[in-house]
């Protein structure tokens, strides 16, 4: 009986101290999430961990923002700084480190005796005692692994997130600005359909124009202020979801958007391996990896005998891409190859079908990741030349016949009322070209979104070990 206790003693001794010293620091994990981040270009997060930084956070956020007119840029880093969303997140991945550290320490032994039970009872107890803390030393490794795995996935997640808070805060901050320029133009036409309203009064008292030409005129300038006012409110709204997502309030910090949005690039910002940099650079693609290998140390799973692809795999396992298939779509043929080890001889049904959920899961994965990222292609390119016609084609045309409009008015060839139709057929091609460039930068943001975004596995998965 000694000999089992100083056993117990000894295998508890053999705590994993480099994996206890790496998990243990106050931000461990955090940075693969800020690397991640970065790289996708969505700015640099932070994680605040006490009263003092949030409160550092806070004062830093609002200065970047007070008085000034922000940029994409600074509303995306405000909202990595200061949300407070993100950072429930972040306490996500400290647990998981923390699951990691008790994993590393291993048991601690104990072996507690009751002085009021008969001799063959003590006897039991003892013995049930140390054959349990045996079996949980002799098998802290593996456990440590499955753990450290759920810690990276806990990364994958936090990374998701940001990523996720980026590209949500750039899009508000995109139809926040379209909201103000439209507001913008609806209110310059209200500035014409006044004139005409007040010219239409005149011309009725003299007897020029009779009621129901002065009601149309009417009719149009009261049109025009409820479009103006519905306008401003969507401006306005638009601005409080901005606001929220970089965690300060309006009624606390003034902040202003630019009046328009920027001008078209030369080309959309998108790749034709679009496909390809989604499956490399996805979270949930990466976290769905991370599965399977835990769910393979978690079932002592060991042999991989083959590796399919997410084609194969959706066809039931068995399947293979035929070789003559061709591709409809100008895009580049990408492999995603899932490892399958042998289940067959397994001696518990779980683990055999978590396996295989992890691995449809993956493939599922990955199918929504090259449909996302062809979309997003077609979407921003699609976009980006409906934008430049009106840029090109619309609004130059529309130029054109203002100018020969007034033109016709100075030479007193048309009349006010001509004039200021033209005016209105003006606004409406204004507002489209600006909807359609707007239109375009939201699908900007897809692009980042399908080749980094995705929800990445939580890694809570079912229960491992033979049963």
Not at 445 to 464: D, K, L, M
Request: hydrophobic share 45%.
């Amino acid at each position: 009986m000694i000999g089992s206790v100083a056993l117990v003693a000894t295998l508890s001794a053999c705590a994993d101290t480099a994996t206890i010293a790496r998990v243990s620091e106050p931000r461990a994990g955090f940075a693969a999430v800020t690397e991640r981040s970065r790289n996708a270009q969505t700015g640099t997060p932070g994680w605040h961990q006490n009263a003092a930084e949030i409160a550092a956070a806070e004062a830093r956020s609002k200065a970047m923002l007070q008085g000034k007119t922000i940029s994409a840029e600074t509303a995306v880093q405000a909202a990595l700084l200061n949300n407070r969303g993100l950072q429930a997140a972040y306490a996500e991945l400290g647990l998981s480190a923390a699951d990691v550290w008790e994993s590393a320490l291993g048991p601690v032994p104990s072996v507690g005796i009751s002085v009021s039970g008969l001799a063959g009872d003590v006897a039991r107890t003892l013995e049930a005692t140390l054959i349990t803390s045996i079996l949980e030393a002799a098998t802290a490794k593996p456990r440590t692994r499955v753990a450290e795995l759920r810690f990276q996935q806990a990364q994958f997640a936090a990374a998701g997130e940001t990523i996720a808070l980026a590209v949500e805060t750039r899009r508000a901050w995109i139809e926040t600005v379209a909201a103000f320029e439209a507001a913008s133009l609806i209110a310059r036409t209200q500035n014409t359909a006044d004139a005409a309203s007040e010219l239409a009064v005149e011309l009725g008292r003299t007897g020029a124009m009779n009621a129901a030409d002065q009601a149309r005129e009417h009719a149009f300038t009261a049109e025009i202020a409820a479009e103006r006012a519905d306008a401003k409110l969507e401006a306005q709204l638009a601005k409080e979801r901005l606001a929220r997502l970089m965690g300060v309030s309006l009624g606390e910090v003034t902040f202003y958007v630019p009046d328009a949005l920027p001008g078209l690039p030369g080309r959309p910002r998108s790749r034709a391996d679009i496909e390809r940099l989604a499956l490399q650079n996805r979270v949930d693609i990466a976290a769905g990896r991370l599965e399977l290998q835990a769910i393979a140390a978690d079932y002592r799973l060991t042999g991989e005998t083959r590796a399919v692809s997410d084609v194969a795999i959706r066809a039931g396992l068995e399947a293979e891409r035929d070789a003559g298939e061709t591709e409809t779509t100008p895009v580049v043929e990408v492999e995603f190859e899932i490892p399958l080890y042998e289940t067959g001889k397994l001696v518990s049904r779980r683990g055999n079908l978590a396996y295989l959920k992890a691995a449809n899961q993956l493939a599922d994965a990955a199918t929504s990741a090259r449909a996302e990222a062809r979309a997003a292609h077609l979407e921003v390119t699609g976009k980006y030349g409906v934008a430049r016609h009106w840029r090109d084609v619309v609004l130059p045309l529309r130029r054109t016949i203002d100018a020969e409009a007034l033109k016709s008015y100075n030479g007193m060839i048309t009349s006010t009322f001509e004039l200021i139709e033209d005016a209105r057929d003006g606004l409406e091609a204004q507002l489209g070209a600006a909807e359609a460039k707007r239109d375009y930068w939201l699908a900007e943001t897809a692009v980042t979104e399908a080749i980094w975004g995705g929800a990445a596995a939580s890694g809570s998965s079912e229960e491992g070990g033979d049963e």
